[in-house]
């Protein structure tokens, strides 16, 4: 049974990655989950200087799922390549690192800095809805989402993966457009902008007002965005998107993912990123399924 | 391996003030670790609740490995805890936070609403030290009901206060420090922010250590997804920035450590 896959020449023992911004660098999830297990550990977003993020409340429930504005708080480059690299190089995973930034010039200092790094892929965030500069700025407008990653491909020595916004008209636009540009896979979807009010206190429910809706009641439509894009380009798809179990991961698989990343899931069961290796695995051998590639887009 | 998420046997849970709950669940692995201070995070049957509810440590038993939780129904979560009673089965995750330090020898604990349950575990602990009933100042704040006062009064000089004036003095903590001179070498407290923030004044201006526990929205529970933070005086060595995480280098901070 073969659970491998490949993401632009980079192998995964298998297809489970995690979605930045909801398990750190791995290091608090490390002491609920064998890191080795994973396909690949996704990184939360780094920049060029420390950010300090958004004012709390950060984060609302809602129904099926929940919606943070964490305004991609970060320690800087300089700490990462120093502290977390080194504590994942310990690891039998592959290294995805999404880098945030409010400029092109701070995305092209974090991807050169991290060129001599020991990281497997870079991940792009142009997708972030609650930073008032950068982020989805380059994201919902497929000229801005091409130059950009031009510009950074023409610096990074890694593959570079475009992780693209939902909160666009028509998805294969985008995918299209980083594709054209040279990217070497795409991950989709980010949060969906949302808000919620709190009605007892008159107020809005995270501090920053808006915020990325995320988690189960999302899944459906990530599933559609995944299917449109993965038939939109001929670069692997990372998928996610309110994944709460194996099967959910198997339906973006399904629906043309090559890879899966595990977010919101991971604040109700810091367990769930391993049930769901093995849960994938428990259907490959139910089903029959020699090789998972197998099974990528095969819905159609 | 300190921490972990297990079903945990319900022995008991009743209502002891109105909508204030006393939770007790035989979760034996945490119960061992569990320092006080700390918090469990709690999940919720209804998977339309994802994320798990903090709740701090009202007692802890380490020979029956029980944890003792006390809560106020505040929304959905809460709700559906207050259902529950012996034999039923819950979701923890714990245990969680930093806890308080016990460096004191004429403690002056301070709780607010439900910020009272996690100082009961607090003073049985400075007694069980072998610091004197006198020595330890309890003032417990109230809207107007009062709940867990007797169990202080085992180990500690309790004094009570509530907004409406119905139980003890009328006014707020720092009301029955001044009406009853209460002094120590070190300031226990966790409540509302609007009171952290006045004892933590008030700490500053006396001269006075304070230690407070802090509370904010909580999703991962555990340092990763940086939604609970609050504002540190100085950059933090883990963030590189002005803030540090609730729920793993607090809920407990010195009170001079943090902007509130």
């Known amino acids: 049974m073969n659970t491998k896959v490949n993401i632009a020449g980079v192998e995964l023992k298998n297809p489970v ?20 297990l994973l396909g690949a550990v996704t990184t939360k977003g780094v920049a060029n200087i420390p950010w ?41 995973t592959k290294i995805i690192v999404n880098v945030c930034g409010k400029s092109t010039e701070d995305y092209i200092e974090v991807v050169e800095k991290l060129a001599d790094c020991p990281v497997d892929l870079l991940e792009i965030n142009v997708s972030c809805p609650n930073v008032k500069e950068g982020g989805i700025a380059f994201g919902q407008d497929p000229k801005a989402l091409y130059n950009i990653t031009q510009a950074i491909k023409a610096r990074a020595k890694q593959p570079v993966i475009m992780k693209l916004s939902p909160n666009v008209t028509d998805i294969t636009v985008m995918a299209k457009a980083a594709e054209a540009a040279g990217a070497d896979a795409i991950s989709l979807i980010n949060t ?56 959910d991961a198997i339906e973006f698989i399904m629906a043309g993912a090559t890879a899966v990343a ?30 998972i590639n197998s099974l990528i887009g095969c819905v159609d | 391996m300190s921490k972990v998420k297990i079903r945990a046997e319900v022995v008991s849970c009743k209502e002891i003030a109105e909508e204030i709950f006393d939770l007790v669940i035989k979760a034996e692995e945490i119960a061992k670790e569990a320092v006080c201070g700390q918090f469990v995070s709690l ?20 020979e029956k490995g029980t944890l003792r939780l006390v809560y106020r129904v505040v929304g959905k979560g809460t709700k559906e805890f207050s259902g529950l009673s012996e034999g039923y089965y819950i979701d923890v995750l714990g245990p969680l936070g930093n806890g308080f330090e016990l460096n004191s020898e004429r403690p002056v604990i301070m709780g607010g609403g439900i910020g009272i349950p996690p100082m009961l575990r607090l003073t ?37 206060t509530s907004d409406s004036g119905k139980i003890g003095l009328k006014g707020n ?62 950059i933090d060595d883990h963030s590189k920035v002005k803030n540090k995480r609730i729920c793993k280098d607090g809920p407990v901070f010195y009170a001079e450590e943090v902007e509130i």
Do not use: W
């Open chain 1, 17 to 36: 990655t995690v979605a930045s911004g909801t398990f750190g660098s791995g290091m608090e999830y490390s002491e609920f989950v064998d890191l080795n």
């Open chain 1, 52 to 92: 300090a993020g958004n004012p709390a409340p950060r984060i609302a429930e809602t129904h099926g799922g929940m919606m943070n504005a964490i305004g991609l708080q970060n320690p800087g480059i300089d700490t990462f390549c120093e502290r977390d690299i080194p504590f994942l190089k310990t690891k039998d």
């Open chain 1, 192 to 247: 969906l902008t949302g808000m919620k009010i709190d009605i007892k206190k008159r107020c809005f429910a995270v501090a920053n007002k808006t915020a990325g809706v995320s988690g189960p009641a999302i899944k459906p439509i990530a599933v559609r965005m995944v299917y449109q894009a993965s038939h939109a380009v001929k670069i692997p798809v990372i998928g996610m998107g309110g994944i709460m179990c194996a099967d």
């Open chain 1, 262 to 291: 595990v977010g919101t899931a991971n604040f109700h069961n810091p367990y769930v990123t391993a049930e769901i290796i093995k849960g994938i695995e428990a259907y490959m051998q139910e089903n029959n399924v020699e090789d």
């Open chain 2, 43 to 62: 999940y919720t049957r209804d998977s339309a609740t994802l994320l798990p509810r903090p709740i701090s440590l009202c007692g802890i038993d380490k």
């Open chain 2, 124 to 160: 049985k602990e400075f007694s069980e030290k072998g610091i004197k009933k006198e020595d330890i100042s309890v003032i417990l704040g109230y809207r107007d009901e009062a709940f867990l006062a007797d169990e202080f009064s085992e180990y500690a000089t309790v004094y009570l």
């Open chain 2, 173 to 234: 903590v720092l009301d029955a420090v001044k009406e009853y001179k209460i002094s120590g070498d070190m300031i226990y407290a966790c409540g509302p922010t609007p009171m952290l923030r006045a004892i933590k004044n008030y700490a500053e201006e006396n001269n006075v250590k304070a230690q407070i526990s802090l509370e904010e929205r909580m999703a991962c529970g555990i340092g990763a997804c940086l939604a609970c933070v609050c504002d540190s005086k100085d």
